[in-house]
Nanobody
Framework: VQLVESGGGLVQPGGSLRLSCAAS????????MSWYRQAPGKERESVTT????????NYADAVRGRFTISRDNAKNTVYLQMNSLEPEDTALYYC?????????WGQGTQVTVSS
C-alpha cells in the first residue's frame, strides 16, 4: 500500500496550491479519502474528507470555502485545491484512506505560507 502526496511548497499569503495524492495497493474506489494536517507544535487535525464515490464531502470550519477536495477513481488519485492561503495553513499535509477499521496514511507534503 502506498499513498504518495505531492504539490506542496512555499506560497505567499493569498496564493493557491493543489495537492495530489496517488494511491496504490488497495481498492481506492472503495475508500473514503481525507486530508489531515499538522502544524509545528500542534496536534494533527482533519481538514477534509470525500466519500468513496465522491458524492459527499466535508470540511473543517477553518478551510471551508477556501479548500476543495476531489478525487479521480480512474486515476486512483485524490486532490486538494487550496485557495486564499493564510499563514495559519502552514503545516505538513497528509493524505489518508479509510474503510471500516482499515486506515492508510501517506508521508505528507509540506505547505508553507509566508511572504
Amino acid at each position: 500500500v502506498q499513498l504518495v502526496e505531492s504539490g506542496g511548497g512555499l506560497v505567499q499569503p493569498g496564493g493557491s496550491l493543489r495537492l495530489s495524492c496517488a494511491a496504490s495497493g488497495f481498492t481506492f474506489s472503495s475508500y473514503a479519502m481525507s486530508w489531515y494536517r499538522q502544524a509545528p507544535g500542534k496536534e494533527r487535525e482533519s481538514v477534509t474528507t470525500i466519500s468513496s464515490t465522491g458524492r459527499f464531502t466535508n470540511y473543517a470550519d477553518a478551510v471551508r470555502g477556501r479548500f476543495t477536495i476531489s478525487r479521480d477513481n480512474a486515476k486512483n488519485t485524490v486532490y486538494l485545491q487550496m485557495n486564499s492561503l493564510e499563514p495559519e495553513d502552514t503545516a505538513l499535509y497528509y493524505c489518508t484512506g479509510a474503510r471500516g477499521s482499515q486506515n492508510y496514511w501517506g508521508q505528507g507534503t509540506q505547505v508553507t505560507v509566508s511572504s
